[in-house]
């Protein structure tokens, strides 16, 4: 059971233009919702995150917006660089624990 | 933010060996976690390490299995045991603080030949 999905493996954009990276998820007891970027070979590095109680969240070129009714979240990145072909994790808490969705490889190509 | 330091980063081992992986954070820290990515999977967490009492599993993963120490607040280990080629992964040990924002070491890769 595949309570936080990003159905999408891969996204490859031009650079300066924008990344849209999409989530589903399926709890409804999910409160928080947090992005990481992953380089080969480096543990997850923590993106940005959004509370359950708002819809949008921006920092810098990043910014995540939370649709609830939908349950889904979407990462935006603009504009796009090549420093930012990674892989992007989803993941949602409930409090306890953190469940990630499998990730999707972004790749910026210059 | 929580500074982790985990090893070994990579190592290559023989089925039904047993493989101890070693997590130290810069500070104390309440609530610590150890995860696995299979390729092309996500981050699956295998059990929380809670200090001074018996680690909390999820489930499809057993302590006999997965044996975790957390002797104090910066520190933890993982043992992978009686390893097959299966258990090939890269293992993750993480850090939260208030709840909102989790620290990843850098993981260990692991193949089992």
């Known amino acids: 059971d595949q309570q936080v999905k990003q159905n999408s493996p891969s996204l490859s954009v031009q650079e300066g233009r924008i990344s849209i990276l999409n989530c589903d998820y399926t709890?409804?007891?999910?409160?928080?919702f947090l992005w990481y970027k992953k380089y080969p070979a480096e543990g997850p590095t923590f993106l940005i995150s959004?509370?359950?109680?708002?819809d949008k969240n921006e920092d810098g070129r990043f910014t995540v917006f939370l649709n609830k009714s939908a349950k889904h979240l979407s990462l935006h990145i603009v504009p796009s660089q090549p420093g930012d072909s990674a892989v992007y994790f989803c993941a949602a808490s409930n409090g306890d624990k953190l469940t990630f969705g499998k990730g999707i490889t972004l790749s910026v190509r210059p | 933010s929580a500074v982790i330091s985990q090893k070994p980063s990579r190592d290559i081992c023989q089925r039904g060996t047993s493989l101890t992986i070693q997590c130290q954070v810069d500070s104390q820290v309440t609530m610590m976690f150890w995860y696995r990515q299979q390729p092309g999977q996500s981050l699956t967490l295998i059990a929380t390490?809670?200090?001074?009492?018996?680690?909390?599993?999820e489930s499809g993963f057993v302590i006999d299995k997965f044996p975790i120490s957390r002797p104090n607040l910066t520190f933890s280990t993982l043992t992978v045991s009686n390893m097959s080629p299966e258990d090939s992964s890269i293992y993750l040990c993480?850090?939260?603080?208030?709840?909102?924002?989790?620290?990843f070491g850098q993981g260990t890769r692991l193949t089992v030949v």
């Open positions: 959004i509370s359950s109680i708002k």
């Open positions: 993480s850090v939260w603080e208030d709840l909102t924002e989790a620290f």
């Open positions: 709890n409804s007891m999910f409160d928080y």
């Open positions: 390490a809670n200090q001074g009492s018996e680690a909390t599993y």
